[in-house]
């Protein structure tokens, strides 16, 4: 089922118009060894509902226990955000009902969050600076998943059945929750997605999460409204609910301004409510009216005591961040020798901690910035995608520089690895033996297709026995196409001007 499409203005009349208002509430997944109030293991990708304790499941009797762990890295997330912490914080219940909820309520924080009152500078792509306020960060747990069964997109809208997987109920959650943010006009989207690159970044420094937002460590609930200029009075908003990518964070904000502004133009209020993010049409669709706090009938968590801070127990989990991200960017810059242009251009393809990653499993600087910014990048645009989600891992780009190093492959003939390597081919290594791709280095057959070569072009063979000798690279490149582009190119050159009796 393809989601249906609303009647929206254009981005630019838009703007001429409306006066947009954000407000992002971003959820990270902490990567604690256990839950958030159980014992049980806090871990991706294993067989579903093997994860889960009695507390999970909100069976009669079971009390939960606060993850240590997860506290202090709460800490830290609102001490990077530079965030207040408070001296005493509490758990509430938020009640309702959805089948990936088996307690029927979601122990949360209301009233008082353990961090609030922040900030976070933002940096787009030209260089200018946004201040986004942060109204809070608090503590959570996770809801189970739902897998949509028997419909085309997998969502819940034209799906037979549901299953539900209790694996990440209860993982421990941050909840970052923004200020309005006003005064951003047509760099809304731009300012969307940068804040939530931003916010991966800080967590994936503190080491607190994994970040991985393909696999839903990070999610954005984006937060859109529209007012006429000159008004003071926000609009009424929308909130387009768990998009998980920067690309999908950024049009989902650009498509909502467009149809809040078409909706406004007709003389329609605008209905507060939840959206789902459909990435196949990028478009929105209405989800349900939007609940206030008071719809969730929060009230404290009886099986629960506060949280208790000190100054020494803050002063030391400060003492452990680490850089902050601007010092951090520039150290990369000076380690890694990009020029300025260079780094922006990494920075703004949202591959830096790639590239960092590939670096240290093993590969120079130059050679990551070539992979990820020239073939994966590449790539992710075609398939539409962020780079990161293409499945390329640091580990590959080193095998993959490792068979080139050694002269068993070229450039050319590693793009048909990784090709090989993404379908499930195997490792580097078979995808080169399964496929045939190793470099032809043996000088029978690059004789016999330099022969065929100099043969099909004499003009240019006589050039080159002229003096020319830069001309060989026609020759080569004609050897190159008859082998397939699986000859040693350095090879080649020598054995042609061996052949013509030309010294190099």
């Known amino acids: 089922m393809t989601a249906a499409t609303d009647e929206i203005l254009s981005f630019e009349e838009a703007m001429e118009k409306y006066d947009p208002v954000l407000g992002f509430e971003v959820?990270?997944?902490l990567n604690t060894r256990t839950k958030m109030f159980s014992s049980a293991p806090n871990a991706f990708g294993d067989v579903p509902n093997t994860n889960?304790?009695?507390?999970?499941?909100?069976?009669?009797?079971?009390?939960?226990?606060?993850?240590?762990?997860?506290?202090?890295?709460?800490?830290?997330?609102?001490?990077?955000?530079?965030?207040?912490?408070?001296?005493?914080?509490?758990?509430?219940?938020?009640n309702y009902f959805y089948p990936d909820t088996p307690k029927n309520f979601q122990t949360s924080q209301?009233?008082?969050?353990?961090?609030?009152?922040?900030?976070?500078?933002?940096?787009?792509?030209?260089?200018?600076?946004?201040?986004?306020?942060?109204?809070r960060a608090h503590m959570e747990e996770d809801a189970g998943k739902l897998t949509?069964?028997?419909?085309?997109?997998?969502?819940?809208?034209?799906?037979?059945?549901?299953?539900?997987?209790?694996?990440?109920?209860?993982?421990?959650?941050?909840?970052?929750?923004?200020?309005p943010i006003e005064g951003v006009g047509s760099r809304a989207p731009e300012l969307a997605k940068a804040y939530v690159a931003a916010i991966r970044e800080i967590v994936k420094n503190l080491g607190v999460s994994d970040a991985r937002m393909e696999r839903g460590n990070v999610r954005c609930d984006a937060n859109v409204s529209l007012r006429p200029y000159g008004q003071e009075k926000f609009g009424t908003r929308t909130e387009t609910k768990n998009v998980n990518?920067?690309?999908?964070?950024?049009?989902?904000?650009?498509?909502?301004?467009?149809?809040?502004?078409?909706?406004?133009?007709?003389?329609?209020?605008?209905?507060?409510?939840?959206?789902?993010?459909?990435?196949?049409?990028?478009?929105?669709?209405s989800g349900r009216p939007k609940s206030d706090a008071d719809d969730y009938r929060y009230f404290p968590e009886p099986d629960l005591v506060p949280v208790v801070t000190n100054h020494a127990w803050i002063e030391k989990l400060r003492a452990e961040l680490p850089e902050p991200p601007a010092e951090r960017r520039k150290r990369l810059q000076a380690d890694w020798g990009y020029s300025d242009a260079e780094f922006r251009d990494v920075v703004n393809a949202g591959v830096m901690s790639s590239i960092e990653d590939t670096i240290a499993a093993g590969v120079s600087a130059a050679v990551a910035?070539?992979?990820?910014?020239?073939?994966?990048?590449?790539?992710?645009?075609?398939?539409?995608?962020?780079p990161a989600e293409l499945g390329v891992t640091p580990e590959l780009i080193v095998e993959l520089n490792v068979l080139i190093e050694s002269g068993k492959i070229n450039d050319k003939l590693s793009r048909d690895v990784l090709d090989g390597v993404l379908a499930g081919e195997g490792t580097p290594a078979e995808v080169v033996e399964k496929r045939g791709l190793a470099v032809v280095?043996?000088?029978?057959?690059?004789?016999?297709?330099?022969?065929?070569?100099?043969?099909?072009?004499?003009?240019?063979?006589?050039?080159?026995?002229?003096g020319k000798v830069q001309a060989v690279g026609a020759i080569v490149g004609g050897v190159m196409k008859a082998t397939r582009g699986q000859a040693d190119a350095g090879r080649v050159r020598e054995l042609i001007l061996q052949r013509l009796g030309v010294e190099g």
């Open 441 to 466: 280095s043996d000088d029978g057959p690059l004789l016999e297709a330099i022969d065929g070569a100099l043969a099909a072009q004499p003009d240019v063979a006589a050039k080159i026995r002229g």
């Open 369 to 386: 910035r070539k992979w990820w910014m020239g073939e994966i990048s590449r790539r992710a645009k075609l398939a539409d995608l962020e």
């Open 148 to 179: 949509h069964m028997g419909g085309a997109t997998g969502r819940i809208q034209g799906a037979d059945f549901s299953l539900v997987d209790y694996n990440r109920a209860g993982v421990p959650l941050i909840e970052i929750v923004t200020k």
């Open 110 to 135: 209301f009233e008082d969050p353990i961090a609030y009152d922040g900030s976070i500078d933002i940096e787009l792509a030209d260089g200018t600076v946004f201040t986004v306020e942060i109204e």
């Open 245 to 285: 990518s920067l690309r999908a964070v950024e049009h989902a904000v650009r498509y909502e301004i467009q149809r809040h502004a078409a909706v406004l133009d007709s003389g329609t209020p605008i209905q507060q409510e939840t959206r789902h993010w459909h990435e196949d049409t990028r478009s929105t669709t």
């Open 27 to 29: 959820h990270v997944e």
């Open 52 to 94: 889960v304790t009695p507390v999970d499941l909100g069976l009669p009797g079971v009390l939960p226990v606060v993850n240590g762990v997860a506290v202090e890295s709460a800490i830290k997330i609102g001490l990077a955000l530079n965030c207040k912490i408070a001296e005493k914080c509490y758990f509430a219940r938020k």
